[in-house]
C-alpha cells in the first residue's frame, strides 16, 4: 500500500506562487504515472498535469505556461510549481499515483486559495 502526504497550499495573492510536495511512503517507479488533481467547490475532480509512464508531460490548457510538474525518483516525491496564480486556481489540489499494475493511489489533497 503506498500512501501520498501533500504538503505547500496556501493562502496566496493573485500573481503569487507555491510548490506543492507529494511524499510517498514507497517507491515511485518510473513506469507509474504521477499526477496532481484538483477539486474546486460545487466542481468535479480534474487533471491539472500528469508524467504519463515517466515520459510524456500533461498540462490542462488553463495552467500551461503558469504551472510545472516534476519528480525526483530519488526522493519518492513529486512536485507542482505553480507561478501566476490566478482566483479559478482555488481548489484542493490532490497527488496521484496510478501504477503500472492498475492500482491507483492517491493524497488526503491540501488547499490553494488565491485571493484576487
Known amino acids: 500500500q503506498l500512501q501520498l502526504v501533500e504538503s505547500g497550499g496556501d493562502l496566496v495573492q493573485a500573481g503569487g506562487s507555491l510548490r506543492l510536495s507529494c511524499a510517498a511512503s514507497g517507491n515511485i517507479f518510473s513506469i507509474d504515472t504521477v499526477g496532481w488533481y484538483r477539486q474546486a467547490p460545487g466542481k468535479q475532480r480534474e487533471s491539472v498535469a500528469s508524467?504519463?509512464?515517466?515520459?510524456?508531460?500533461n498540462y490542462t490548457d488553463s495552467v500551461k505556461g503558469r504551472f510545472t510538474i516534476s519528480r525526483d525518483n530519488a526522493k519518492n516525491t513529486m512536485y507542482l510549481q505553480m507561478n501566476n496564480l490566478k482566483p479559478e486556481d482555488t481548489a484542493v489540489y490532490y497527488c496521484?499515483?496510478?501504477?503500472?499494475?492498475?492500482?491507483?493511489?492517491w493524497g488526503q489533497g491540501t488547499q490553494v486559495t488565491v485571493s484576487s
Open positions: 496521484n499515483v496510478a501504477r503500472w499494475n492498475g492500482r491507483n493511489y
Open positions: 508524467i504519463i509512464n515517466g515520459g510524456r508531460i
